[in-house]
């Protein structure tokens, strides 16, 4: 079936080190949301994709659609320990349906 | 408050018994969805309201849930006769958009027990 996947399930960095996560769709998406959910908390809207190929910047985070609109990644530079939670992609497999989350990447930094 | 608002934090019930769950959207907010997030999952959608209609429930999974938006502000998701698989943490949100493919606000969820 329809499906969003991301990589990798868990990352754990030092503090100051890079980090990326992978999301892909089986299925072309209208757009795509990322979200984070910091532990015991919701998730928190971070930014909106909607363009194939668009890049958006968001301080030391970097968000990229990829040219078919099937997958797209989030990339933090530098991390910090602020940066600790479980982040995921979301998208309509139609303009007009509900939003399909991936099952998230959960990121860890240690100082 | 400023935010989607939701209550109660937690609910333990037992097996068979009915819950009853609330939802205080962002003032103005056009849309809300309820979630189900399993533990160590992305939420699930489980239905939409654009004001007070009920525009799809295709993610309810089974005629035990039941929700309603009466007046098209607050929201209850019900569960009847709950079964342990019922178990999860049921996210509200909430959105100004008139789509239900748009970003939302979430809330803090209600954590359900069922034992």
């Known amino acids: 079936g329809q499906q969003v996947m991301q990589i990798p399930q868990y990352q754990h960095v030092q503090e100051g080190e890079d980090f990326t996560t992978y999301c892909n769709s089986s299925t072309t998406l209208s757009n795509i949301q990322w979200y984070k959910q910091r532990p015991g908390g919701h998730p928190v809207f971070l930014i909106q994709?909607?363009?194939?190929?668009e890049v958006k910047k968001q301080k030391r985070l970097t968000f990229q659609f990829g040219e078919a609109k099937k997958n797209s990644s989030l990339h933090i530079t530098a991390t910090q320990t602020t940066d600790v939670g479980t982040y995921f992609c979301a998208g309509p497999f139609q303009a007009g349906t509900a939003l399909i989350f991936g099952k998230g990447t959960t990121l860890s930094v240690s100082s | 408050g400023a935010g989607v608002s939701q209550s109660p934090r937690y609910k333990v019930a037992k097996r068979g018994q009915d819950v009853a769950l609330r939802c205080d959207p962002i003032s103005g907010h056009v849309s809300l969805f309820w979630y189900q997030q399993a533990l160590g999952q992305g939420p699930e959608f489980l239905t939409y309201?654009?004001?007070?209609?009920?525009?799809?429930k295709s993610g309810l999974p089974s005629d035990r849930f039941f929700a309603e938006r009466p007046e098209g502000s607050v929201s209850t998701l019900k569960i009847q006769r709950t079964q342990q698989e019922d178990s999860a943490v049921y996210l509200c949100a909430s959105s100004f958009a008139r789509n239900i493919d748009q970003p939302q606000h979430f809330g803090d969820g209600t954590r359900l027990s069922i034992l």
């Open positions: 309201f654009q004001n007070e209609a009920q525009l799809d």
């Open positions: 994709l909607v363009k194939s190929g």
